[in-house]
């Protein structure tokens, strides 16, 4: 038998242990509740890694419900610039993730179908821990924000918003006789390796509504975020607009959307937008009469009351 000081001595030991696990305990949910905090305080992470050696540019700022914003192509985040510090004084928190191959984001060597972008997406919205956000996507960022809802049954999302989006299809079919015919983009993807600066200046003269319609500054401005773009990632992003059809996509979306497009618009023509809502059970359609591609910059007052009225019901 143990002596009596032996059976104290275990004892002390037992009560150390328990003490010590559960300090240990303690310490695990302050790191957890210290974790939370980085991800939604002052300072944010501005890159988050979706893949072994592939981060992406984040701008993330403002508190409140969460909009999360796609781009278009070939630009960045940066082309929110003038919607952010509205959504943000008006309590949202904005998400804006820039694509890869484009902008700060890395520009690697592979696939830049829509299916990578919608997971690219889940991924960040997986770790900020994103909860009932308003996805909105420009252009082809609107053409993968649908991909992503259809993909990913709308997680982390509760409503979806799409600006000037190159959906259901950029490209003619012999069912599908709007927009742009195949050949166009088959010759912009040739430019794009002969003169890429012309291709975006080209770009460029057609994003608006008249060539007068955005100032020499503001082109200027766009055409800097486009030429930041990989060479590579403009070319391949082009083949998944020209060859990618989401009709079917269309069908699979239930949660409430917003369609704003231009009436002018020579890069997604408005037929377009009324093909997205004939294929959206719950959608909205606002036309901007004044407007081409670049509505949120053409109207961009119009352009952001609607999002914040749509983000706020």
Same mark, same amino acid.
């Given at each position: &038998?143990?002596?009596?000081?032996?059976?104290?001595?275990?004892?002390?030991?037992?009560?150390?242990?328990?003490?010590? /696990?559960?300090?240990?305990?303690?310490?695990?949910?302050? &790191?957890?509740?210290?974790?939370?905090?980085?991800?939604?305080?002052?300072?944010?992470?501005?890159?988050?890694?979706?893949?072994?050696?592939?981060?992406?540019?984040?701008?993330?700022?403002?508190?409140?419900?969460?909009?999360?914003?796609?781009?278009?192509?070939?630009?960045?985040?940066?082309?929110?610039?003038?919607?952010?510090?509205?959504?943000?004084?008006?309590?949202?928190?904005?998400?804006?993730?820039?694509?890869?191959?484009?902008?700060?984001?890395?520009?690697?060597? +592979?696939?830049?179908?829509?299916?990578?972008?919608?997971?690219?997406?889940?991924?960040? /919205?997986?770790? /900020?821990?994103?909860?009932?956000?308003? !996805?909105? +996507?420009?252009? &082809?960022?609107?053409?993968?924000?649908?991909?992503?809802?259809?993909?990913?049954?709308?997680?982390?999302?509760?409503?979806?918003? !799409?600006?000037?989006?190159?959906?259901?299809?950029?490209?003619?079919?012999?069912?599908?006789?709007?927009?742009?015919?195949?050949?166009?983009?088959?010759? =912009?993807?040739? =430019?794009?390796?002969?003169?890429?600066?012309? !291709?975006?200046?080209?770009?460029?003269?057609?994003?608006?509504?008249?060539?007068?319609?955005?100032?020499? +500054?503001? +082109?200027?401005?766009?055409?800097?975020?486009?030429?930041?773009?990989?060479?590579?990632?403009?070319?391949?992003?082009?083949?998944?607009?020209?060859?990618?059809?989401?009709? $079917?996509?269309?069908?699979?979306?239930?949660?409430?959307?917003?369609?704003?497009?231009?009436?002018?618009? $020579?890069?997604?023509?408005?037929?377009?937008?009324?093909? &997205?809502?004939?294929?959206?059970?719950?959608?909205?359609?606002?036309?901007?009469?004044?407007?081409?591609?670049?509505?949120? /910059?053409?109207?961009?007052?119009?352009?952001?009351?609607? !999002?914040?009225?749509?983000?706020? $019901?």
């Amino acid at each position: &038998m143990l002596n009596l000081t032996e059976k104290q001595q275990n004892k002390s030991y037992a009560f150390a242990c328990q003490v010590f /696990l559960q300090q240990q305990k303690f310490i695990l949910k302050t &790191m957890k509740k210290s974790a939370v905090k980085k991800k939604t305080g002052l300072t944010r992470e501005e890159f988050i890694k979706v893949e072994p050696k592939v981060y992406l540019h984040i701008t993330d700022a403002g508190k409140g419900k969460p909009i999360v914003l796609i781009h278009g192509w070939p630009l960045s985040d940066e082309m929110y610039e003038y919607q952010y510090n509205d959504l943000i004084n008006n309590r949202f928190r904005v998400i804006g993730i820039t694509l890869r191959g484009f902008g700060q984001s890395s520009k690697p060597y +592979g696939l830049y179908d829509y299916d990578v972008h919608a997971r690219d997406i889940r991924k960040v /919205l997986d770790h /900020l821990d994103i909860k009932k956000a308003v !996805l909105g +996507g420009f252009s &082809m960022g609107g053409s993968i924000a649908i991909r992503y809802v259809s993909l990913y049954k709308a997680a982390h999302i509760s409503k979806l918003a !799409l600006f000037g989006a190159a959906a259901p299809i950029w490209t003619q079919r012999k069912d599908f006789p709007y927009n742009l015919e195949k050949s166009a983009v088959d010759a =912009l993807i040739a =430019l794009n390796y002969k003169d890429r600066p012309k !291709l975006l200046s080209d770009f460029t003269k057609i994003f608006s509504a008249t060539p007068t319609s955005l100032n020499k +500054g503001i +082109g200027s401005w766009l055409n800097g975020i486009c030429i930041s773009a990989s060479s590579y990632a403009t070319a391949k992003c082009l083949i998944a607009l020209r060859d990618t059809d989401l009709r $079917k996509d269309l069908a699979k979306i239930k949660i409430p959307t917003l369609i704003l497009h231009g009436k002018q618009d $020579k890069i997604c023509s408005f037929d377009l937008a009324e093909q &997205m809502k004939a294929g959206i059970s719950d959608s909205q359609l606002i036309p901007f009469e004044n407007s081409g591609h670049s509505l949120f /910059l053409e109207e961009t007052e119009k352009f952001n009351a609607a !999002l914040i009225k749509f983000a706020g $019901k």
